[in-house]
C-alpha cells in the first residue's frame, strides 16, 4: 500500500460527459502528481501540483483540468469526454517537488 | 523532443535465472533514473533509482546499471521469482524539471 488512495476506482460512463477523479496524497506529501496510461501509450505525465500550485504540465488536453486544495488532496476533471480518454489515470505523491514518486491504485475510465 | 525507450517489450525468463531489462534515453540533461515496477491492476511501485554522477547502484536481488556515453539505463533482477512477473518502467527526469518522463514498459514473464 503506497499510502495514495484514488477513487473512485472504476467508472464507466458515455461520450459527452464530464467527471471527477480524487486523489489524496500520503499523509504529508505536499506534489500530486496526474498520470494517464493508455494501452498504446504507456504512462503519459499530465500535471503536477505542489502545496496548492500547478508546477509542471505535460500533455493535458484543453478538455482536462485539475486543482490541489488545501487539505492537499487533488482532482483531475474531465470533460466532453470522447472514446479515446478511456485509461487509467494514476495519481502519485511525493514530499518534495522532485522526490520519489509513491504510485495509488488508479482510476479505470471506460467511456462507452 | 525527450524520449526514453525500450528495446524488447516482452522478456521471458527461466524461474531462478537473471533478467535483464534495457532502457534507451535520448534527453542528455536527464540526471535522476527510475526503474518501476507494475503488476496488473496495481499502480507503479518504485524498485530503484539512480543518480547520473553514478553508474551502478544495487539493491536486494535488483541492480540498475547507467551508461551515460550511449545514454542507457537496465535493471538486472537476480534469481527471478514468480512474483517479478509484471511490467517494468524505466523512467528520467531532467535536473532542473518535476516530471517524470515513462518508458513504453517491458513484461517480464517468469517461467516456472
Known amino acids: 500500500d503506497s499510502g495514495v488512495t484514488q477513487t473512485p476506482k472504476h467508472l464507466i460512463t458515455a461520450t459527452g460527459q464530464r467527471v471527477t477523479l480524487r486523489c489524496s496524497p500520503r499523509?504529508?506529501?505536499?506534489?500530486v502528481y496526474w498520470y494517464q496510461q493508455s494501452l498504446d501509450q504507456g504512462l503519459q505525465f499530465l500535471i503536477q501540483?505542489?502545496?496548492?500550485?500547478?508546477?509542471a504540465k505535460g500533455n493535458i488536453l484543453e478538455r482536462f483540468s485539475a486543482q490541489q486544495f488545501p487539505d492537499l488532496h487533488s482532482e483531475l476533471n474531465l470533460s466532453s469526454l470522447e472514446l479515446g480518454d478511456s485509461a487509467l489515470y494514476f495519481c502519485?505523491?511525493?514530499?518534495?517537488?522532485?522526490?520519489?514518486?509513491?504510485f495509488g491504485e488508479g482510476s479505470r475510465l471506460t467511456v462507452l | 523532443g525527450e524520449s526514453v525507450g525500450l528495446h524488447l517489450p516482452t522478456l521471458s525468463v527461466q524461474e531462478g535465472d537473471n533478467s535483464i531489462i534495457n532502457c534507451a534515453y535520448s534527453?542528455?540533461?536527464?540526471?535522476?533514473f527510475i526503474w518501476y515496477k507494475q503488476e496488473s491492476g496495481k499502480g507503479p511501485q518504485f524498485i530503484i533509482d539512480?543518480?547520473?554522477?553514478?553508474d551502478k547502484r544495487q539493491g536486494q536481488r535488483v541492480t540498475v546499471l547507467l551508461n551515460k556515453t550511449v545514454k542507457h539505463l537496465s535493471l538486472q533482477i537476480a534469481a527471478t521469482q514468480p512474483g517479478d512477473s509484471a511490467v517494468y518502467f524505466c523512467?528520467?527526469?531532467?535536473?532542473?524539471?518535476?516530471?517524470?518522463?515513462f518508458g513504453g514498459g517491458t513484461r517480464v514473464l517468469v517461467k516456472p
Open positions: 502519485a505523491s511525493s514530499g518534495t517537488e522532485t522526490g520519489e514518486l509513491f
Open positions: 499523509s504529508g506529501d505536499l506534489s
Open positions: 501540483y505542489y502545496n496548492g500550485e500547478e508546477r
Open positions: 534527453n542528455s540533461a536527464s540526471d535522476y
Open positions: 539512480i543518480r547520473s554522477n553514478m
Open positions: 523512467a528520467e527526469r531532467e535536473a532542473a524539471g518535476n516530471k517524470l518522463t
